[in-house]
């Protein structure tokens, strides 16, 4: 629980320095046109995902592995693919920003696998890599 909260709270500190950095220096991200419903649904999306995360964290400091490994795979890993509008979506998106969006949805079920093992250190690890992907997405593109 110890880990998980120390997680949390470096995770949110680089979260806020990124955006501040980023405030502070031309926006040099590569810029992904769509129309304004397809951009409404991604940001919509990326909100639920941000908030998925936020409820993993939370189960992960109740020592609740499995509901953390459960909303993991159903709401973000491999098994939530193919739900919603994704295909629509993905046909505006550029290929790196469809890998990022691949490689999030597989680390989000590896981190299932470890926390369902009950290996917290390696499902750290892997949310880790979860949110990797999502900064490093973030870091190279923007819509409109």
Not at 32 to 44: D, F, G, R, T, Y
Not at 58 to 82: R, T
Not at 111 to 132: C, N
Request: with cysteine; aromatic share 6%; net charge negative.
């Amino acid at each position: 629980m110890r880990i998980a909260n120390c997680f949390l709270s470096t995770l949110l500190f680089f979260l806020c320095a990124t955006l501040s950095a980023a405030e502070k220096q031309q926006d040099t991200r590569e810029l992904v046109s769509m129309p304004e419903e397809i951009q409404h649904e991604i940001l919509a999306n990326m909100r639920d995902h941000l908030n998925i995360l936020n409820q993993i964290l939370i189960h992960l400091a109740n020592d609740e592995m499995d509901e953390a490994a459960e909303l993991a795979e159903y709401k973000l890993g491999m098994s939530s693919m193919g739900k919603g509008h994704g295909g629509e979506r993905r046909k505006y998106m550029p290929e790196g920003m469809r890998s990022f969006g691949q490689n999030l949805h597989r680390s989000a079920s590896r981190f299932s696998r470890k926390a369902e093992e009950g290996d917290l250190e390696q499902a750290i690890k892997s949310l880790s890599e979860m949110t990797s992907v999502c900064t490093a997405c973030h870091a190279s593109y923007r819509i409109r």
